[in-house]
């Protein structure tokens, strides 16, 4: 069960649940092309050396599966959900981290998005509350501004 329906209160519904967006993954992306690009270069030049084939081969394998891994394991953890009342960005594994505001308190949300998270379809949001004392920000979330249309509808 997910923490955002383990904490609901009476009467309350989740109006939509952000997911970040599969570019967390980049890293885990480029150290496997880097790892293949390396890899046929040495191979192609370096036919012989098939011990520096292999040590390249298994190095980026390693930071493949370690980038992979981890970014795996932030989005597996990581949730934000809006409901009627409030806005929840949680980060729950053992320890918990979790910022809540209630949607009557929220005074802006600010989207930022690049363009390759325009084309891609991902961003940053920042979610202000009244007098700039609580922010909430989730960094590379999937459909930004479906997100937002959520907290503030038109």
């Known amino acids: 069960m ?3 329906r383990s904490i ?7 109006i939509v649940i ?4 599969w570019i967390i993954y980049r890293w885990a ?6 790892g293949v690009l390396l890899v046929w270069l040495e191979h192609a030049y370096f036919p012989a050396q098939e011990t520096l084939v292999t040590v390249t081969a298994l190095t980026f394998g390693v930071l493949f599966l370690a980038t992979f891994a981890f970014a795996w394991f932030i989005r597996w953890i990581t949730e934000f959900a809006v409901t009627d009342r409030r806005v929840v960005s949680s980060r729950v594994f053992i320890s918990r981290k979790v910022e809540e505001m ?3 308190k929220v005074e802006t949300v600010d989207i ?3 363009v390759l998270g325009r084309i891609l379809g991902y961003g940053s949001m920042r979610i ?4 700039g004392s609580n922010t909430i920000v989730v960094r590379n979330i999937a459909h930004p501004l479906e997100v937002r249309a959520a907290i503030i509808p038109k």
């Open 112 to 114: 930022d998005q690049t």
């Open 8 to 14: 609901l209160q009476s009467g309350e519904t989740i």
């Open 128 to 131: 202000t509350g009244t007098g």
């Open 29 to 34: 992306i480029l150290s496997l092309l880097a």
């Open 2 to 4: 997910s923490y955002a």
């Open 18 to 21: 952000g997911k970040l967006h």
């Open 102 to 104: 209630n949607m009557e």
